[in-house]
């Protein structure tokens, strides 16, 4: 197993109110449960194929969601299910699964749950749209954010911190970290909110320095009592990658 190596600016108490929300592998998070209850809305910033981690949450909290991805749209989970019947014969695991995410989608994403075509992050145009324009438009309702938009993220950290009063929780997927340490670090010092939950994601490698390329951290604007200093791995953790060993998370100075 392989362990990876974080500096001090990661390092964070253990809380016991923890829960893991959507499926086992890549696409699940372990945040604070209390921060479901205290939601008003959840926005989800990108979902590609996986609104797992939305569903499991409106379970526990039957909040709007809104959810921005502009890579994908029912029609294309739909045409992707229509070209999958060829192969039925052949491979019917995957026409299954094709038309079993178009059912999905079309089930989930109705009513106050909705899926916005567009992307998110600094630029402005027809299919992009700034979080300060999310936050804005959910008036003043609490909000858990969910964030994985693949580098995009750094493009949006002043945003979070000028909109941190409004969060009751959030779980980010950090990419490519060891390139932006310093901006993490920053980000940081000035969030209000409390580390809770670390993740690496496996399907990234470690650099020379023994620091994942991705990290998923889960927030949290009031945790609870510390029960002392985190070690990992949790019971709560999981593989990103199923078939990969699990990367195991040590600290600076620990």
């Not at 916005?116 to 402005?124: M, S, T, Y």
């Not at 979080?131 to 949006?156: M, N, V």
Request: with cysteine; charged share 30%.
């Amino acid at each position: 197993m392989i362990t990876a190596k974080l500096p001090g600016i990661f390092r964070h108490d253990e809380v016991s109110d923890l829960i893991r929300l959507g499926r086992d592998y890549d696409g699940g998070y372990v945040i604070c449960g209390k921060d479901v209850q205290e939601a008003d809305f959840l926005i989800g910033l990108c979902i590609n194929d996986d609104w797992s981690f939305e569903t499991d949450f409106t379970q526990k909290n039957d909040v709007p969601v809104l959810a921005y991805d502009g890579s994908i749209n029912g029609r294309q989970f739909l045409w992707r299910a229509i070209k999958e019947l060829r192969r039925v014969v052949d491979k019917p695991s995957l026409t299954k699964r094709a038309w079993k995410t178009y059912f999905s989608y079309t089930n989930f994403f109705k009513g106050h749950r909705r899926h916005i075509e567009k992307f998110v992050g600094r630029e402005k145009g027809e299919h992009q749209v700034s979080l300060k324009e999310i936050f804005d438009s959910t008036a003043s309702q609490k909000i858990f954010l969910k964030i994985d938009i693949e580098g995009s993220e750094y493009e949006i950290l002043d945003e979070i911190l000028d909109a941190q009063n409004r969060i009751a929780g959030m779980a980010i997927e950090f990419h490519d970290c060891g390139q932006h340490l310093e901006e993490i670090g920053s980000f940081l010092e000035r969030l209000n909110l409390q580390i809770v939950h670390i993740h690496a994601n496996n399907y990234s490698p470690l650099d020379a320095s023994l620091l994942p390329a991705a990290l998923e951290i889960s927030f949290s604007a009031d945790p609870g009592p510390s029960k002392g200093p985190c070690r990992y791995p949790r019971a709560l953790d999981r593989p990103n990658k199923a078939s990969s060993d699990e990367i195991c998370l040590s600290f600076e100075g620990g």
